[in-house]
């Protein structure tokens, strides 16, 4: 494929969790393929933080995804500025707890599924929902949504509906031109999972069942998602692209 095909320049891009980790990595992959990039999160600091370092070609709006009022603010607020959105990349969410199910308050389930799935559904929504023919949604998943990891119940179950909406919702719109596709990490090394990752044990067991013998990096799924949002993948919709560094492969 030629460059071109990556082109992201005059697209609108909506990355949500974009202040760190994963979000920050996929946004500034996108800003540097073309695109004005909207960062949204709960927390402006780390939001302008990302922005900075992105450059001009980029905005920045406070918001909790779970919470339909800021996801229909966002959506306002990107179109008075930009006129359109053309990628979504919906990324914000929270960890594993580790816990047993049994151990597992309903309070704890609640915060999972309201940020990693309920989330996903009201940006699909509101803001896929203002999209035109061409646009791209991108859900991120992860390796807990194709198959179990322990003591992660509200995590996996909220990784593996995300996978299902992405399927159905794909059906859904691909008669208005719109594709929607995950992309699944594996483990990636960030500031809310270095400490797991760097344990003695459990990091080392994880380390040992990742075939290319590291964990990623933010920016290794920045290519992925690049690619998910241009034309590159014009012809993909209802798929999942897994970046696990051959955990899925054993």
């Excluded at 918001?63 to 930009?82: F, G, H, K, N, P």
């Excluded at 940020?115 to 390796?143: D, R, W």
């Amino acid at each position: 494929m030629s460059a071109p095909d990556f082109d992201l320049t005059g697209k609108v891009a909506i990355v949500t969790g974009a202040g760190r980790g994963i979000g920050r990595g996929m946004a500034a992959g996108l800003a540097r393929h073309g695109a004005f990039v909207v960062l949204t999160g709960r927390t402006r600091a780390t939001l302008e933080e990302a922005a900075g370092e992105i450059g001009a070609n980029s905005m920045v709006f406070t918001a909790d995804v779970s919470q339909e009022a800021d996801v229909l603010s966002l959506r306002d607020a990107v179109l008075a500025r930009a006129g359109k959105i053309d990628v979504l990349v919906n990324n914000a969410g929270v960890n594993p707890i580790f816990k047993g199910v049994e151990r597992t308050s309903l309070d704890e389930w609640r915060h999972i599924i309201d940020i990693n799935l309920t989330g996903v559904f009201l940006c699909c929504k509101h803001l896929g929902g203002a999209m035109t023919e061409g646009g791209s949604i991108i859900n991120v998943s992860s390796v807990a949504g194709h198959g179990g990891l322990p003591r992660s119940v509200p995590y996996c179950a909220s990784k593996g509906g995300v996978e299902l909406l992405t399927k159905a919702l794909a059906l859904d719109w691909a008669k208005r031109g719109v594709r929607v596709n995950t992309l699944a990490p594996g483990w990636v090394d960030t500031d809310l999972t270095h400490g797991l990752l760097e344990h003695d044990t459990h990091g080392t067991r994880l380390l040992e069942r990742t075939p290319l013998g590291r964990f990623a990096r933010p920016n290794d799924m920045a290519g992925g998602v690049v690619f998910l949002a241009s034309d590159a993948s014009a012809f993909m919709t209802g798929q999942s692209l897994v970046i696990d560094g051959g955990w899925g492969a054993e």
